[in-house]
């Protein structure tokens, strides 16, 4: 498993952007596909985004497809999630997940290491 760390939440206007990050510790991080989830206020959690082991192949949530970019550098053991035109409905606890798998998992089930979330908060 991996350790991980996520940064890069906090509170922004309706509109504003935002860039998540989440660092993984170890040396066999460009072998898991990364991926966001985000539990919102009293809800499920739910899947936002995912990346393949080599970056090229990207998953997203129906509501967060065209909004939200998931990236990845593995010479820098990160993973990004870039989020632009945030809503009210984007407030939540933002997670990072690692699957030691090929493709782009998108169930939770799926992820065998997660970090502790960021907490996103878009004021209106």
């Known amino acids: 498993q991996v350790q991980l760390v996520e940064s890069g939440g906090g509170l922004v206007q309706v509109g504003a952007s935002l860039r998540l990050s989440c660092v993984a510790s170890?040396?066999?991080?460009?072998?898991?596909?990364m991926g966001w989830f985000r539990q919102a206020p009293g809800k499920a959690r739910e899947f936002v985004a995912t990346?393949?082991?080599?970056?090229?192949?990207?998953s997203y949530g129906r509501s967060f497809q065209g909004r939200f970019t998931i990236s990845r550098d593995n010479a820098k053991n990160t993973v990004y999630l870039q989020m632009n035109n945030l809503g009210p409905e984007d407030t939540g606890v933002y997670y990072c997940?690692?699957?030691?798998?090929?493709?782009?998992?998108?169930?939770?089930?799926?992820?065998?290491?997660w970090g502790q979330g960021t907490l996103v908060t878009v004021s209106s």
């Open positions: 997940a690692a699957a030691n798998m090929e493709g782009t998992p998108i169930d939770e089930v799926e992820f065998e290491s």
């Open positions: 170890g040396r066999t991080f460009a072998t898991y596909a």
């Open positions: 990346v393949s082991r080599s970056g090229y192949t990207t």
